[in-house]
């Protein structure tokens, strides 16, 4: 007798499902996509921003963002960055993983229906803002026009490029602007760090929800040239997800005061988060 995902999550939220790797993506030199199935096909549906525990035996678990899904696998775009990941990015496909999820409410989609969006990432934080993208893009007559403002260390720091210079551009009524900190012989595009470079573009904040992710010193001067150009905090979203935890709000790691990122988010406003104790 076959047991359902949501048979699994009633008896304890915290067993993986068994999956495995079906493709792997070289998308930087230390950031690999991996695409996770399992024997019934896609694990579950999640919707844009939320995330999954993703756990290799004998090494252990961590919480990723799902940075899109296909028919029937979801993609984790993942960062060399310790143990566990080390040990993702020697694996090969057909290697079995774990899986469970989704966790987090995600991004906001019924309140961005209808505007225009601007994307702003940089790094590995394009990740989980392309999960929205692609939702956007999939379902194009839902939103208005999308602008996506991207950078990175370097010219080889760049993930999805395909995305970035093939896919995203095609789209109807789509910008793609991506500069990069430091630009080699390879690169002739803008050069310069995410905040002043989105100044230099300066897109009209009438009607626009701003979807911003990356690291905290990037949103940190980002939010200071939105200020400048007069964005409604209320109309910013950023996600905490490296916050995340347990995903469950047990383990008690991911509180912000008596908010639990896990439970409450980790996708907020800018006016949320400014209503928090400074503790992220």
Known sequence: MSVSVE?????????????????????TPDVKTFHVTTENGKPFTPM???????????????????????????EFAIKKTGLLTDALHEAQVGQEVGVRGPYGNGFPVDMVKGKDVLFIAGGIGLAPVRSLINYCVENRDDFGKLQIV????????LCFRDDLFENWPKVKDTEVNVTVDRGDDTWDGPVGFVPAYLEELNPDPKGKV????????????VMQSLDKMKYNHDDIITTLEMRMKCGIGKCGRCNIGSCFVCLDGPVFTMTQLSEMPNEF
Do not use: W
């Open 7 to 27: 048979d699994i999550k009633k008896i304890n939220p915290l067993v993986p499902i068994e999956g495995k790797i079906i493709d792997i993506i070289q998308e």
């Open 48 to 74: 844009p921003g939320q995330l999954a525990m993703l756990s290799l035996l004998g090494v252990g678990e961590a919480m990723f963002s799902i940075t899109s899904q296909g028919e029937n696998h979801l």
């Open 150 to 157: 991207y950078g990175s260390r370097s010219p080889n720091d």
């Open 210 to 221: 701003t979807i911003v992710c990356g690291p905290p010193i990037m949103i940190k001067f």
